[in-house]
């Protein structure tokens, strides 16, 4: 015969079991910025990188990326960050930088396909909230949001560093991000991580 203690597990069990089952309630604006906001963080680092050394020559071409590279190492060296040295043979050019004591404690060093690089904080990446909050017609726990944030707070460097490609500052811009019930419990993906904010006066932000 069960003990009642047993037995009572046994009933608080079953009951978390079905309250596991029962269908989740629609999902909503609300509920969407509830599953998000313990990821969302309201500001991430952005960073720069430079390559240490540019180099082109007959069969490595220049390319639009060295010019930029160039311009960049030449405007870290004005600032007193890096020295560069140049050499000029022919129709060879090389350009060698190599961080200062000024510049040591704002560029770390890492790897890329281009060798080793300088990479620096030059903004963060804030955010301001879900908006345009879409919900699947004919999957109630499904729906959409954009996930609004802006280049902002530049450092020193932002405007040093031409290899930091399209991050103009205070742009609004927008991830999609895809709200949906799996396995018992509310989940995300964000599906396009950068596009242009739609345009949209009469849209509300989700608090």
Not at 147 to 163: A, E
Request: aromatic share 10%; charged share 25%.
């Amino acid at each position: 015969m069960r003990s009642r203690s047993s037995q009572g597990a046994a009933i608080v069990a079953a009951l978390l079991f079905t309250a596991a089952c029962q269908a989740p309630e629609p999902l909503t604006a609300a509920k969407a910025q509830q599953i998000i906001a313990s990821y969302e963080v309201r500001r991430e680092p952005v960073y720069a990188a430079v390559p240490q050394k540019v180099w082109w020559d007959p069969q490595h071409p220049e390319d639009d990326f060295d010019a930029k590279s160039v311009r960049t190492l030449k405007n870290l060296e004005r600032a007193g960050y890096i020295t560069l040295q140049e050499s000029h043979e022919s129709d060879r050019a090389t350009y060698l930088a190599k961080v200062t004591a000024k510049g040591f404690p704002l560029l770390g060093t890492s790897p890329s396909a281009r060798g080793p690089v300088y990479k620096a904080l030059i903004c963060h990446k804030v955010y301001d909230g879900l908006r345009n909050f879409v919900r699947h017609p004919n999957e109630p726990t499904t729906g959409r949001a954009e996930l609004i944030w802006s280049y902002d707070d530049p450092t020193p460097l932002y405007d040093l560093f031409d290899t930091k490609g399209d991050k103009p500052l205070r742009t609004p811009f927008a991830s999609l991000v895809s709200f949906y019930y799996k396995d018992h419990e509310w989940k995300f993906d964000v599906v396009v991580r950068k596009t242009e904010a739609e345009s949209n006066s009469g849209a509300q932000p989700v608090r």
